[in-house]
């Protein structure tokens, strides 16, 4: 009669050395969607709109360009600022997001709440602590634009369900972005500086955030918000934002001719070229169009505030 062995007893091929660099990479891969859930987009526009003010445009000329450690600090200051922002914002926007068929992070799943609103805390306090350290005005700005990140999203103030109060958050937040960065760098503040960064708050305000709405009014409408897409209808507000963008653009450009501030005659260009298109392209849009298609003035919005921003990085408009 043969003897069974006994079974051998498998040792599992995953030590605890290798489970814990699974789960370090599995926090890499969180924060990574966490960086997602921010936008890119909108992080690298900030970071332009802080370093313009930081610069004057004089990075075109190395021999004047002063890079001072506090302009680096002051950037990693307000991208955390930024993050937080953006990504509190998905946290709350999970189902409005969920309804107008949105691919985030969070709206499709692939980024947990919990671990987004920890994120999220965690940059408050480390810009918190980095705007300290640069001295009290720039701890008072940074503390600024995390109240108006936290005030246009949490439930109870949502300022973000009504264009007004929509308005205000993104045109002050641009006018803080252009704060921290002169505060941070060494550029002088000159009137043209100011018409530019008085000009691109009002691009943001009056073009950017209500036209990013267009692509969202049903979900919105379905959640409680009272944008003025839902309200007024998309002919209507596609009118305002038209007028508004090349209002501003027009503008720009007049003052720059009568104040003889030639610096500024490229990216008033630019922004004025960019209302025309982004007029064109809401006005032209019809009810039936597709998601991608509704969503195309926000995007020339976007591009032309890229390109004026950089525009200023070719010449000093200080």
Known sequence: MSIATPAKTLIPTTTPRSGKSAGVLGKFRLLALCAQESRYAVQVIFLLRFLVAGTAGTASYVSHLTIRPSLVLGAAVWFC?????????GVTDIHEDRANGSVR???????????????ARVLAALALTGGAVLGPLMFLV??????????????????????????????ASGA???????LSGAAPLSPALLAFSAAMCLWMGMVGAV???????????????????????????????SLSAVG??????????????????????VVLCGALALS???????????????????????????????????QPIA
């Open 142 to 171: 940074t503390a600024g634009m995390l109240l108006l990140g936290y005030a246009y999203s949490a439930p109870g103030l949502a300022l973000k369900s009504r264009t007004p109060g929509t308005i205000a958050v993104v045109v």
């Open 280 to 314: 064109a392209a809401a006005l032209t849009a019809r009810r039936d169009d597709s998601r991608a298609r509704r969503r195309l003035p926000y995007r020339i919005f976007m591009v032309t505030q890229y390109a004026a921003h950089l525009v200023t990085f070719a």
């Open 105 to 119: 992070p969070i709206a499709r799943g692939a980024l947990p709440v919990r671990f987004a609103r920890t994120t």
């Open 176 to 182: 803080l972005a252009y704060t921290a960065g002169a």
């Open 81 to 89: 600022s930024v993050a937080f922002t953006y990504l509190y914002n």
């Open 211 to 241: 036209a990013k709405d267009f692509s969202d009014a049903e979900g919105d409408a379905k959640h409680g918000r009272r944008n003025w897409t839902v309200v007024w209808g998309r002919a209507v507000t596609a009118l305002i934002v």
């Open 248 to 269: 501003i653009g027009a503008a720009l450009l007049v003052c720059a001719v009568a104040t003889a501030a030639y610096g500024l005659l490229a990216p008033a260009g």
